[in-house]
Nanobody
């Protein structure tokens, strides 16, 4: 079974930084889309940043472009989300998620449309003003 373990959330002041980590295990397929979603209280879950393993193309939501960076360490089976210049509106529970797929540019597709099969427990990010 695929397991995703997210960590790194916390409380930070506006303008600060956090780095989220997601340790993945149980992969049996080489091609997938993997990334981060978030859900704030009273709001729908939204795709923040995703990447396609097939071509490395990344997706970022407009609200985080230029501030967040997704990366991976394949040796550790871990992906990261570096979050800089945090704003109070970034406050949410952040989830790591993965979908097996051959689709090129799949990160873009799944971050926008959702539908990923595997989800980790979220990690809370709170940004104070």
């Amino acid at each position: 079974d695929v397991q995703l373990q997210a960590s790194g959330g916390g409380l930070v002041q506006a303008g600060g930084s956090l780095r989220l980590s997601c340790a993945a295990s149980g992969f049996t397929f080489d091609h997938y889309a993997i990334g981060w979603f978030r859900q704030a209280p009273g709001k729908e879950r939204e795709g923040v940043s995703c990447v396609s393993s097939r071509d490395g193309i990344t997706y970022y939501a407009d609200s985080v472009k230029g501030r967040f960076t997704i990366s991976s360490d394949n040796a550790k089976n871990t992906i990261y989300l570096q979050m800089n210049s945090l704003k109070p509106e970034d406050t949410a529970v952040y989830y790591c998620t993965v979908e097996y797929t051959y689709m090129p540019n799949s990160g873009n597709y799944y971050c926008i449309n959702g539908g990923m099969d595997y989800w980790g427990k979220g990690t809370q990010v709170t940004v104070s003003s």
